[in-house]
């Protein structure tokens, strides 16, 4: 341990440097802006600036500037996704949730002060662990392999359903739909294309973001075009901008525990921070002793999971630099930018390029409180956001939602996507159905899917390696628990459930 | 439309209008003589950040110097390389776009997939660049030390042995179903997400040896895994002491990088591209990419590429007709 502290003593010496702070505060600036564009995230930005990196002086300049631009872009994700319901990027889709009720309800400053805040402690808690047990753990992260993934999966599908205020069995439906849109493309164990009624596009899956910008931006607005005139986007109360004591009371617990979670999400090769973020909400909401809150503005839905995504971006760091494995798109692209350097990450990386390695890690303390300086005056600004007239709003989303559609994979298919989604949001609105089981089970097929077909090969075809796997088995039986405590809270509560459900027609 | 539109107006707009439309029906004659007289567009059709990408950058980058004109990459990824190579094949064959070619968009039609071009008809071949190295390896604590070894053991105990590569139908997953096939060992493929993911299957013991592209070799060079044959044609400078299938007696298929277009891009127009490309593989920073990425540089002008193409799907046509018996 004195060894890490002498290392990243030495980091910070490198990180100070006016050069060095001067790429982590233009790579904040960089990272905010694209997490407030939906569509524009961090893999584009990152691509773009890729070519730009070989006229940056020193490697390490370079990689502070470029992970600065990831875990800014986190922070930025959360404004849109609470202001608007348009997510800024993937991770921030859960956020839309409760974050967008609260600006309804005219409490978008501290649904944005929480966002910041919770941002800022999980990622400096998230730099601490790296400093202290990150090399370590990385050895062991990829002892998780398919039959634990397989596990994780479905431990996260019974809390999906579960996720929803209404009867079980909407829940589970909702599951069932997000697991067959997940499966759209193609098959990885044998390379056919599932559902894709021979759409070329199909067949590489329905993207993440234009569906739920579609969803939940598009599908707000659709149902809002409905309600004529009158009608506002949101409230035009923007109420105060800093949390309320409440407010922190209840956002301590959800900003821990979802930093943690985030963190050792982000540790594993195959986790991530939209995974992080979902865990969180669901956890939150089952911790919860008034989960029929979640959804209708419950600020523990905000806390936790943007707390979530921001540890996983950089726990996600470690796989990246001591194993050379990307854990998602940003990763990989930040992985060609080393690699455009001259630094290949890897077992070596420790050995061979200390001073990045560290200097990197110490440039994210730093990244992170000039983030956190950086976004909390914004709040201020974000919220006037909201006097805009929806004459002008509405147009404005639009047109932003279609760039960032098409600005993902240049592919005016997005596009189409987006405006489905749309239709599908609006027709959920009016059903008063609750998406989030499906986006859930739709930000999950894939890994249930692959991982149990992986397991099964291993296992020979026997099933039996779920269960004989110490942590899958442990992970699985944790999942049996919820799930018959869910049914029995079900059966108890099925009248009180009842109630909530008239409460929710009546709103 | 103009037309109609221009007899309402007075003579003089109407003949000015004239003189311009006259320049347009000249101008594409002009460009013809001086191609490129516009920036040329290259589609990768993988992600950017990828091995294909990085290499198609600065590839583009130090061609546009002998070129003259910018060369734009534009990312058009998914269903490995189909919807980018289905663009380029439909793009008009001016010159002006061109694309990379990778053995996934061949290989892929070939293993039966519905895909709405024919890599044998629909492309002009511009210039080859390299090949990926592909490598088996096994963790450094395994019992087998040379190919032989993990033949033999396949052999032996059918089955048993599992691998792991980047996915279903790539060179690396079609390399270990030729050695089955040659040798008549055994082995299980459990495909990975991608070859981002061999990596981790191989290091948590999840698979017992991996075919896959050099994701493998800053392991290999501390020495946790171990590199028992690689597939380019020739030894790879930076791994010499890897035998290659070749030399082991067995026959492979390569796995391309090269430059193609649209087919029917006039002669004069793709010998341009073809020695800006070429002329591009000296460039330092190109060279020091590929052999980052432990990627062998092959100069090859655009008609043998065209052959060496028509020659691996003849041969993958006959592995894949024998996998499936």
């Not at chain 2, 998914?78 to 070619?101: I, R």
């Not at chain 2, 089955?180 to 493929?189: E, L, N, R, S, Y």
Request: glycine share 12%; proline share 6%; aromatic share 8%.
């Amino acid at each position: 341990m004195f060894e890490a502290l002498q290392s990243v003593a030495h980091g910070f010496s490198l990180a100070m440097l006016p050069e060095n702070l001067m790429y982590a505060l233009i790579g904040s600036l960089l990272g905010t802006l694209v997490g407030v564009l939906p569509g524009l995230g961090p893999v584009t930005t990152i691509a773009v600036l890729l070519p730009i990196t070989y006229q940056v002086g020193s490697p390490l300049g370079a990689l502070i500037m470029l992970a600065a631009i990831y875990y800014g872009a986190m922070y930025g994700g959360s404004t849109t996704s609470i202001l608007l319901k348009v997510p800024g990027e993937a991770a921030s889709v859960i956020t839309c949730m409760d974050g967008y009720e609260m600006a309804k309800q005219g409490r978008a400053g501290p649904a944005l002060a929480i966002a910041a805040i919770g941002s800022f402690v999980a990622g400096t808690l998230a730099v601490v662990g790296l400093t202290l047990v990150g090399p370590v753990f990385a050895r062991y992260a990829v002892k998780f392999g398919p039959p634990e993934y397989f596990a994780l999966a479905v431990f996260g599908l019974v809390l999906a359903s579960t996720l929803s205020g209404g009867p079980p069995l909407r829940g589970l439906c909702m599951v069932f739909l997000g697991i067959l849109l997940g499966l759209v493309g193609l098959d990885t164990m044998t390379g056919d294309a599932r559902f894709s009624f021979g759409i070329l596009e199909l067949t590489n899956g329905i993207g993440i973001v234009p569906l739920m910008m579609g969803i939940f931006g598009l599908g707000e607005i659709l149902y809002n075009l409905e309600q004529r005139g009158e009608a506002s986007l949101v409230t035009k109360t923007i109420g105060r901008i800093m949390p309320t004591k409440q407010d922190w009371k209840d956002s301590v617990g959800p900003i821990g525990r979802g930093s943690v979670l985030g963190f050792l999400l982000g540790l594993l090769p195959g986790g991530g921070a939209i995974l992080g973020s979902l865990l969180s909400y669901t956890v939150e909401k089952t911790l919860s002793k008034k989960p029929e809150t979640f959804g209708k503005g419950n600020i523990a839905g905000v806390a936790g999971p943007e707390s979530a995504n921001n540890s996983a971006a950089s726990a996600a760091f470690i796989p990246l630099l001591t194993l050379g494995i990307p854990g998602n798109a940003v990763t990989a692209v930040l992985l060609a930018a080393l690699l455009i350097q001259n630094i290949e990450p890897g077992p070596l990386m420790l050995v061979q390029h200390a001073d990045v390695f560290w200097g990197v890690i110490a440039s994210m303390y730093v990244g992170n409180i000039m983030l956190l300086i950086l976004n909390l005056p914004l709040v201020g600004l974000w919220v006037q956001l909201l006097r805009v007239p929806n004459w002008a709003l509405t147009p404005i989303i639009l047109v932003v939602a279609v760039l960032g559609a098409y600005s993902l994979r240049n592919a005016w298919f997005d596009v189409g996507v987006l405006a489905a989604g749309g239709v599908i949001g609006y027709l959920f609105r009016k059903a008063q159905i609750d998406a989030g089981p499906m986006i859930m089970a739709f930000i999950l097929a894939d890994l249930l899917d692959t991982s149990l077909r992986q397991g099964l090969l291993m296992g020979d075809g026997n099933p039996a390696i779920f269960f004989s796997r110490p942590m899958s088995a442990v992970i699985l039986a944790i999942s049996m628990v919820v799930l018959v405590v869910q049914i029995f809270a079900w059966r108890r509560n099925a009248a009180m459930l009842g109630l909530v459900d008239t409460q929710k027609e009546a709103s | 439309m103009s037309k109609t539109f221009s007899f309402r107006l007075s003579s003089a707009f109407a003949l000015t209008t004239a003189v311009a439309l006259a320049a347009l029906v000249v101008a594409p004659g002009a460009a013809h003589a001086q191609f490129p007289d516009r920036p040329v567009t290259l589609i990768v059709p993988w992600d950017a950040g990828g091995s294909t990408d990085q290499t198609a950058r600065v590839l583009a980058k130090a061609a546009e110097k002998h070129l003259g004109q910018p060369i734009v990459v534009v990312n058009k990824p998914g269903a490995a390389t189909v919807l980018g190579m289905t663009e380029l094949a439909a793009a008009k064959p001016d010159g002006y776009t061109v694309g990379t070619l990778s053995s996934s968009s061949y290989l892929i039609p070939l293993a039966g997939r519905q895909v709405q071009y024919d890599v044998e008809k629909n492309f002009s071949y511009v210039s080859y660049y390299g090949d990926n190295l592909i490598g088996t390896v096994v963790p450094a604590a395994a019992p087998w030390k040379t190919l032989k070894d993990l033949i033999d053991d396949g052999k032996k105990n059918p089955g048993k042995i599992k691998f792991g590569t980047g996915g279903v139908g790539t060179t690396q997953h079609l390399t270990i179903e030729g050695l089955m096939v040659d040798t008549g060992a055994k082995f299980i493929h459990i495909p990975q997400k991608g070859s981002a993911g061999s990596v981790p299957a191989l290091l948590g013991n999840h698979v017992d040896f991996l075919s896959e592209t050099s994701v493998w070799a800053p392991f290999v060079e501390k020495g946790e895994m171990r590199l028992l044959a690689v597939t380019t044609p020739s030894r790879s400078p930076r791994f010499p002491d890897a035998p290659t299938m070749n030399e082991l007696g067995f026959k492979t298929l390569r796995s391309v990088q090269g430059i193609i277009g649209p087919a029917g891009i006039p002669e004069a127009e793709r010998s341009k591209l073809e020695s800006a490309f070429r002329a591009a593989l000296t460039d330092e920073t190109f060279k020091q990419t590929m052999d980052r990425l432990a990627m062998v540089v092959v100069d090859m002008p655009g008609k043998e590429f065209d052959a060496l193409i028509k020659d691996e799907i003849v041969r993958a046509r006959s592995l894949l007709a024998q996998i499936k018996q």
